[in-house]
């Protein structure tokens, strides 16, 4: 029975839905989304505006959200002024702190048809020809990285394709040495450096292993992992009684950019019969690198490969997939449910595949990309960002002003500034504090991390329009916001 007073002859412009009644809604809404990001686009000149959190708080805590509704056109115009106007724009070259990419064109026209159309690739009748969309490229995925027969599934990110992997690991190794749980878990030991991505001491969390699970292996001084190092690790801890269950091996550090020796952790792998997983969030764009694909040799002998699609092959934000070399791995974390996979049911299931239930088909922004551009095209996009950073690796070096921390094999650059006559104390509090201002002040924005237990700055280049001379722009503000605190703090010079 219907609540007296109800309404019930509403039409779709009423509930301001996507239907046919509302398609000239749809354009308009578009248009003039797409108008206000055009613009912001076209005339912002540094990455962020510069505005304080008191201010911005104040902004957002402004907003009624219990109000009655002000309508499409006046909510954009609100976004417009609220998000928009503060936004962090990484299309910008100044932008240079984190692994943000300015996204590809067709990959921006089909997010807007996917949001639309809003599928859910869990199931085949939710999706019918975008499942076999997302399957043709992860198939494809799988020959770029060498697998003969691979096969995996999209996620939202690196840090879930890195669960799913270790989950999988995890799975595999319980089968191998049998046991039960409680027994054989808190003897599983995750082998990685200590430059790999966190995700993986949350993922031993996550998973129920030991606190001490995750064994730190010894790195060459550069933050690439010891295969020598790895060999000695396997063999203590067999001997110590523990298991072996995976190892981690880092396509692409976060901080250092720095590649594991894959080929040769590979070999101590097949020696010991333990898992390989391949965490390429940062380097998959290798795979289609026409200058530079030999820094991953070895990755096809992984038994899992982490790829992160919304880094080096330029696309928004989620574009993730684990792949896996046999396909069979993958079942160890399906789950029945009828009304999502009934038995009875032929059709290609990705909810077997896995850990989301609701998936976006984010396969389709990659799918247009490629068709767009081609592999080839984005591998030339990465390449450009290597070489740039190489060239401003090289520019810093020869900056008496600068001091460059480390070399990189992908595109971050690490440095500090070293004002003349400052002592090493006051180099390094100043890294905290350049940071700032610079974010303060909208103008650029870099990135902070400790390396070797002293911080540093760190440049992250992932876009392929910037220039040297944009990085010249910034190291300049770095150095100039340097002089300044040190002058504003009457900093003692050291002789």
């Known amino acids: 029975m219907l609540t007296p007073g109800l309404s019930t002859d509403w039409g ?5 839905l996507l239907t046919r009644s509302t398609v000239t809604d749809y354009t308009e809404h578009l248009d003039r989304a797409t108008g206000l990001v055009a613009s912001r686009v076209a005339s912002v000149r540094q990455p962020f505006s510069g505005a304080s959190r008191a201010e911005l708080q104040r902004l957002v805590d402004a907003v009624d959200l219990e109000s009655a509704g002000v309508g499409t056109a006046e909510a954009l115009r609100e976004v417009d002024g609220l998000f928009l106007e503060h936004a962090v724009w990484f299309h910008e070259p100044s932008y240079a702190a984190h692994l943000n990419c300015p996204v590809a064109l067709p990959a921006v026209a ?17 999706s019918t020809v975008g499942t076999l969309m997302e399957r043709r490229l992860v198939e494809w995925t799988s020959q770029r990285i060498g697998f003969a027969a691979g096969d995996g599934v999209f996620t939202s990110g690196g840090t879930q394709s890195n669960l799913h992997a270790l989950l999988l690991a995890r799975e595999w190794a319980l089968a191998e040495h049998g046991g039960s749980r409680a027994e054989v878990l808190p003897r599983f030991n995750i082998l990685a450096t200590a430059s790999s991505h966190f995700s993986v001491e949350k993922s031993a ?7 001490d699970a995750v064994v730190d292996v010894p790195d060459d001084g550069e933050g690439r992992m010891d295969a020598a190092a790895l060999a000695a690790s396997l063999a203590a801890i067999r001997a110590a009684g523990r298991i072996p269950m995976a190892v981690v091996a880092t396509a692409g550090t976060t901080d250092r950019g720095v590649i594991d020796p894959v080929d040769a952790i590979a070999e101590q792998c097949e020696a010991h019969g333990v898992w390989l997983h391949v965490d390429a969030a940062y ?24 790829v992160d699609f919304h880094k080096s092959f330029f696309q928004p934000v989620s574009s993730s997939a684990i792949v896996v070399r046999k396909p069979r791995d993958l079942a160890a974390a399906a789950w029945h449910a009828d009304y999502l996979n009934p038995v009875e049911n032929e059709e290609p299931n990705q909810v077997d595949k896995s850990l989301q239930t609701t998936r976006r088909f984010d396969a389709l922004k990659l799918w247009t990309t490629l068709r767009a551009i081609g592999a080839d095209g984005l591998g030339e996009m990465f390449d450009t960002i290597i070489e740039l950073a190489v060239q401003v690796g090289d520019e810093i070096d020869a900056d008496p002003e600068l001091e460059l921390v480390g070399r990189s094999q992908l595109s971050t650059v690490l440095f500090r500034v070293r004002p003349a006559g400052v002592d090493v104390a006051t180099q390094d509090a100043l890294v905290a504090q350049v940071r700032r201002v610079l974010f303060e002040s909208g103008r650029a924005l870099v990135a902070k991390t400790v390396i070797d237990g002293r911080p540093c700055l760190k440049l992250t280049l992932l876009n392929p329009t910037t220039s040297a001379g944009d990085i010249r722009r910034v190291l300049e503000l770095v150095k100039d916001a340097a002089a300044a605190l040190v002058e504003l703090q009457d900093v003692e010079v050291v002789a």
């Open 12 to 16: 779709a412009e009423d509930m301001h």
């Open 283 to 306: 380097g998959c764009g290798l795979l289609v690198s026409p200058r530079h694909r030999g820094l991953i040799r070895g990755i096809e002998r992984a038994r899992s490969v982490t």
């Open 110 to 126: 089909a997010e807007a048809i996917l949001a639309a159309v809003n599928p859910s690739v869990d199931t085949y009748d939710q």
């Open 205 to 211: 969390l996550i998973l129920g292993l030991g606190d």
